[in-house]
């Protein structure tokens, strides 16, 4: 293939990237997208590999078909309330890649006296001939690679760290220490102080193993204090970071499709961030740098307010609020994913709609542990595109609906964030679950949300309270539908 023919691959490929991410803005055209990219990846894959003339072509095969294997295993094998887990994972993986990647092109510089005097990598594939001089040109190549293998770093170890946090390997609370945020600008300072000196001082090759170590610490650390209810927020961070470190890459090796397609993923992850504090009304500092929803050593359930009451009702009665209801609006939150009830709640909605009431789904933001995770929990059982409804588009009509049913949400739905100046909570946006004509919470027990706050939607008078396991409960609102 010659050099025109592959801009032309990389072209093609830029437009497949740019297509499939524009897909990607609706529930009804994802699949395509994801299509697209990945035809898009193809064709990059394809070209890197014929121009470059890549040795060990049957080591790389083999290797993509062991990734092949083990990305199609997961995507069939874990489960929709696992799938925060699985992008976390996967987008480490993705960071770590981009930091080898440009660390390795490394490599000959390192073994060049045992100085850094050139990246040696230019266009894509290794210049033979002496790596001895340190020119501008490879200077450039040589700072592009150290943000690759910083940025990477982090990346990799934070979304670990996010990873177990959702997956309850450790605690999902925020772990703090004293001056915790000192030492960790102090450590990130130190981490781009020994890049500087790898760079432009020539300093000794051990210098990027340092760099790369000290890294992965800053990414362990800056998640610790993160607690799982900002995890949306985290995943769409750690997602960007992952872009920027894959489009360093691309500007190290040259891979022009590798700089387009970081730079998309970069792009969208940052403002996807960005509408996910928008969303908690919250700062992106106050999320990383916040520990917000730390809460005491011995603290118990929130404390209700004085004359509260909370309302109880049994399935029995719901099935028949909802049987004779005209609109009913189902609110799921992270507790739907954690009962595995997407399937019960659809089969709960079909039978409604059969008679004759109108169902529609009310979705925050951040509902759940990663952007869109309700929406990918809700696509699983089949739920039509249709009766997804964002929060501004559906927040107009809770005056109007009959019954909201909230499965599983908490602090999305809390009017303290409307109304309680004095509130950690304030001025967030949420759903009007408390202006429908009347509100059935599906939860375990009186426990508050992540924010650790009480909710007086749940002592409202016209709020009741269906306690137990979600699935478990909505087993029984169905068998008694069928009774009405």
């Not at 193809?42 to 014929?50: N, P, R, Y």
Request: glycine content about 10%; charged content about 10%; overall charge neutral.
């Amino acid at each position: 293939m010659s050099n025109d023919q592959a801009q032309i691959a990389y072209l093609i490929t830029s437009i497949c990237f740019i297509l499939g991410i524009m897909q990607l803005r609706s529930p009804v055209t994802a699949r395509r997208g994801n299509l697209i990219a990945a035809v898009g990846m193809i064709i990059a894959i394809a070209t890197m590999l014929d121009t470059n003339h890549a040795n060990n072509v049957l080591l790389i095969i083999l290797a993509m078909i062991v990734g092949a294997i083990i990305g199609t295993a997961g995507g069939r094998m874990v489960r929709m309330t696992a799938m925060p887990q699985m992008v976390a994972l996967f987008n480490g993986m993705g960071a770590g890649a981009a930091a080898l990647v440009a660390g390795g092109g490394l490599v000959p510089s390192l073994l060049s006296n045992g100085h850094v005097v050139s990246s040696c990598v230019k266009a894509g594939r290794l210049i033979s001939g002496d790596c001895g001089a340190l020119t501008l040109q490879n200077t450039g190549g040589t700072i592009w690679a150290a943000v690759s293998v910083i940025v990477g770093s982090i990346s990799i170890t934070g979304s670990l760290i996010a990873y177990a946090k959702l997956q309850e390997l450790m605690g999902s609370r925020p772990i703090t220490f004293p001056f915790q945020n000192y030492f960790n600008l102090a450590l990130l300072v130190v981490v781009i102080g020994l890049a500087l000196s790898f760079v432009f001082i020539h300093a000794l090759g051990p210098i990027l193993a340092l760099v790369a170590i000290g890294a992965l610490a800053v990414g362990v650390l800056m998640v610790l204090p993160i607690g799982g209810g900002d995890m949306p927020v985290v995943i769409s961070l750690l997602n960007s970071f992952t872009g920027v470190a894959a489009a360093a890459t691309g500007l190290d090796v040259g891979i022009p499709a590798l700089i387009v397609g970081g730079t998309l993923v970069g792009a969208s992850g940052t403002i996807l961030t960005i509408l996910m504090c928008r969303a908690m009304n919250r700062s992106l500092f106050n999320v990383v740098f916040g520990a917000f929803g730390t809460i005491a050593v011995g603290a118990g359930p929130a404390t209700k307010g004085a004359g509260a009451m909370v309302r109880s009702i049994s399935p029995d009665d719901l099935a028949a609020s909802l049987a004779y209801a005209h609109l009913v609006i189902i609110v799921p939150g992270y507790g739907l994913a954690v009962a595995r009830a997407q399937q019960e709640v659809r089969e709960m909605a079909t039978m409604l709609e059969q008679r004759g009431v109108t169902v529609k789904y009310a979705i925050h933001p951040v509902a759940g542990r990663m952007p869109g995770h309700m929406n990918v929990l809700l696509a699983e059982a089949n739920v039509p595109y249709s009766q997804l409804c964002e929060m501004d588009a559906i927040n107009g009509e809770f005056e109007h609906c009959d019954v909201a049913l909230v499965v599983g949400a908490n602090d999305v739905t809390n009017p303290a964030a409307r109304n309680d100046p004095s509130s950690e909570i304030y001025g967030m946006p949420i759903l009007n679950v408390d202006q429908a004509r009347s509100a059935v919470i599906l939860k375990r027990s009186m426990n508050p949300g992540f924010a650790g706050i009480d909710n007086p939607l749940f002592y409202a008078p016209k709020s009741m309270m269906l306690f137990g396991d979600a699935r478990a409960s909505i087993l029984k609102i169905i068998a008694a539908l069928k009774e009405v």
